[in-house]
């Protein structure tokens, strides 16, 4: 799988936006962009995937670049429970498990 | 809905002691998978299920890891003889079929601490 740069931490206020970017260069075509989140000692919780329009869930919006060069997780009101690991991570076809990098930690200020 | 389950939730076990962990994947899921979280690290793929077909075990870390899945339901993982650097949190999940447009769904691991 291609490789995915976050950053290492970002701090928010609670109920305010969040914006959490990431930069895949070397995306493929056929690579969907995955959002996942790890709260503390629970596995990984789905967020949120995109292919190349914006998506909107109930959890988040996915905004992609024209390019798929990079990609933005927006939490439009955090809340403390956001406050996670989250990790972006490029799914091609066929995929086998999930390589997840570093992921970026969210801290949410009360 | 029931998310993915999996038992026990944590387990402290001797060296050189056999141990088996079981994944109950969402109802109508075909893909199990089984990763590895050593403490303060990323996920570590060990094993895929699709079905009926044989599995990928491409991930195990060695012989004495063994996993099985009766059809598209449980799913156990075993690991023999274990050894200190087992000790790790052991993660399922499950989803819709191997896609990468179908996100998987984790259960909230087990917790296996080997003295």
């Known amino acids: 799988d291609a490789k995915t740069t976050q950053p290492n931490s970002m701090e928010s206020n609670e109920e305010e936006p969040v914006h959490l970017p990431c930069n895949h260069s070397t995306i493929s075509g056929t690579d969907y962009i995955h959002w996942y989140r790890q709260l503390p000692s629970q596995g990984p919780e789905y967020v949120i995937h995109?292919?190349?329009s914006n998506v909107n869930n109930r959890m988040a919006s996915l905004a992609i670049a024209e390019d798929r060069k990079s990609s933005t997780l927006i939490l439009h009101r955090a809340t403390l429970r956001d406050a996670a690991v989250y990790y972006c991570i490029l799914v091609g076809g066929g995929a086998d498990g999930l390589t997840f990098g570093k992921g970026t930690h969210l801290i949410i200020q009360p | 809905g029931a998310g993915v389950s999996q038992s026990p939730s944590n387990k402290v076990t001797e060296k050189g002691k056999d141990v088996e962990l079981r994944c109950d994947p969402i109802?109508?899921?075909?893909?199990l998978y089984w990763y590895r979280q050593r403490l303060g690290q990323g996920l570590e793929f060990l094993i895929y299920f699709q079905g009926n077909s044989a599995p990928d075990k491409s991930g195990l870390p060695s012989d004495r890891f063994s996993a099985e899945r009766t059809g598209e339901s449980v799913s156990t993982l075993t690991i023999q003889r274990t050894q200190q650097e087992d000790s790790a949190v052991y993660l399922c999940?499950?989803?819709?079929?191997?896609?990468?447009?179908?996100?998987?769904?984790f259960g909230d691991g087990t917790r296996l601490s080997i003295l």
């Open positions: 999940a499950s989803s819709f079929g191997r896609n990468s447009n179908q996100p998987q769904h």
């Open positions: 995109g292919l190349t």
């Open positions: 109802s109508g899921h075909t893909a």
